[in-house]
């Protein structure tokens, strides 16, 4: 047995301990699961069964096919607000198409690595992606707090206090299966006046089908779905990566997100074949599953294949389930997810690392939306990476001494951001008949730095000079052998090896 075929079995079943921890977590997340599913089923403006079948199918696919086991994929609120115009102006059949081309799309970003992208996501909007989750998390709680009896609130309490307190007594048990099954035998027994699982929407009947999606297969049908296909898989994937990447920290693992790519992929096909919607990882459902004591892949299918079985056949049931031990246990999720070391180190960090995790929040939160938020982020800290090698730059002048050559030595990083400075450093009035400029302390980046260079030195020859730059390291003689105007100037470039 190869290497590799012994890793994976290892994240399937590593010991009997770790088995057990992962069937139990798995079940305390497929009850989580059916809120969700079902409120982002009624985002979507579809049946509640195409939400909780995507649930099954994606939880169960990308356990088998994922990079990173022990995290929850599912149907998600990511991608259900996408679809909302597809599904209004063309109906559900054109979601599942449209769901099958989205698998199709990350298939092809795992093949061409763009998991690599991921290195240009900073620390900073990692937490600010964590911190914005949290509170969507909590706020998507609020309607279950508002208007309702005061059992309601003595449950979540209730359920709370379980899920805090048992922990010091015991963890043989996940405390929030507990609380839920504890809060459920409560209400069911005293006919208590709280919102239940049933309230949210008509739980499904049975086992999903397979079925095609009953589309005509024209151009005009793939001009419909491939902008929302596109859409969909961009924010399936950094939803996937960046909740990959906070798992990979909270169980100090890494992850394979080649894979993660591509397994999204194939779950999400599987889940429109079988009448679900797209989703990708849950990074609220991810943290139950860890923090109840899921690592292996096992804990993963066994939350999609805990859900299938709630749902034919113990339907009745589930419908029955008090909404608040659920609140109670996403209210853990959020308070779980936040990171308040980010808060005491907003005076630590750097004032961009916390003006980046600060704006990363806030685009999240009052957008709703995550793409934005790390792109904005994203965007923040380069400019702010920018600005800070922009200023990683300095001009010495050192003027000509017995009819010798003015030097002016470069050091630092010439690129677009800090042209500006390079060509003003150079502007001064020399009465030297020779300027040697040397960039042996200095590194042209890019076609803006290397412009600048010709238009220094094609000023200093209309002045009269004898120019010669000398020093250049290898990478940046290559940039400017390429790209710097030689016969226009007519300088003498020489190249000094460093």
Request: some cysteine; overall charge neutral.
């Amino acid at each position: 047995m190869t290497n590799s075929l012994i890793a994976y079995r290892r994240q399937w079943f590593s010991d009997g301990a770790s088995a057990r921890r992962d069937i139990m977590a798995g079940i305390v997340v497929s009850l989580a699961l059916i809120p969700e599913a079902i409120g982002f089923s009624i985002i979507a403006g579809v049946d509640p069964r195409v939400g909780l079948y995507a649930s099954v199918a994606i939880a169960m696919v990308i356990a088998c096919i994922g990079g990173r086991s022990g995290m929850i994929s599912a149907a998600t609120a990511a991608v259900a607000v996408l679809v909302v115009p597809l599904v209004r102006d063309h109906g559900v059949d054109y979601l599942f198409a449209a769901t099958i081309l989205m698998g199709l799309i990350q298939i092809i970003a795992g093949l061409l690595r763009l998991d690599l992208l991921m290195q240009f996501v900073s620390r900073s909007v990692i937490t600010g992606f964590v911190n914005a989750l949290a509170i969507l998390i909590f706020m998507a709680q609020l309607p279950q707090l508002t208007n309702v009896s005061w059992q309601t609130y003595a449950m979540v309490a209730g359920g709370l206090a379980i899920i805090y307190l048992l922990p010091r007594i015991t963890k043989a048990v996940p405390s929030p299966l507990v609380a839920i099954l504890v809060l459920a035998a409560i209400s069911i027994g005293l006919g208590l006046p709280v919102h239940t699982v049933g309230d949210m929407g008509k739980l499904p009947e049975g086992l999903p089908s397979f079925a095609l999606p009953q589309v005509p297969l024209t151009w005009d049908t793939l001009r419909i779905i491939l902008p929302y296909s596109l859409t969909m898989a961009a924010v399936g994937l950094l939803e996937s990566l960046l909740t990959a990447q906070i798992v990979d920290d909270m169980t100090d693992t890494d992850s394979d997100k080649r894979r993660e790519c591509a397994g999204q992929g194939g779950a999400n096909i599987v889940a429109a074949l079988v009448g679900g919607m797209g989703g990708c990882a849950m990074i609220g459902q991810s943290v139950i599953n860890v923090t109840s004591g899921g690592r292996g892949r096992l804990s993963t299918f066994v939350a999609g294949a805990f859900l299938l079985f709630l749902l034919a056949v113990l339907g009745p049931f589930v419908g029955r389930i008090p909404m608040p031990a659920l609140v109670a246990v996403m209210i853990m999720v959020s308070i779980g997810t936040f990171s308040w070391n980010s808060l005491l180190n907003l005076r630590r960090h750097p004032p961009t690392s916390s003006i980046v995790m600060i704006a990363t929040v806030i685009v999240v939160v009052s957008t709703h939306d995550l793409s934005l938020g790390v792109l904005a982020g994203v965007l923040l800290s380069g400019i702010f990476f920018a600005g800070k090698v922009q200023r990683m730059f300095a001009v010495e002048k050192i003027p000509a001494a017995d009819g010798g050559p003015t030097l002016y030595r470069v050091t630092g990083q010439i690129f677009f951001a800090s042209v500006d400075r390079f060509t003003r450093a150079l502007q001064t009035e020399d009465a030297a008949e020779k300027v040697v400029i040397d960039v042996s302390g200095a590194h042209f980046w890019d076609i803006s730095g290397v412009g600048a260079l010709d238009k220094i030195v094609a000023r200093l020859r209309r002045d009269g000079k004898h120019v010669e730059v000398i020093g250049y390291n290898r990478a940046s003689a290559d940039l400017v052998d390429r790209f710097a105007l030689h016969d226009k100037t007519g300088v003498e470039m020489g190249v000094v090896p460093h």
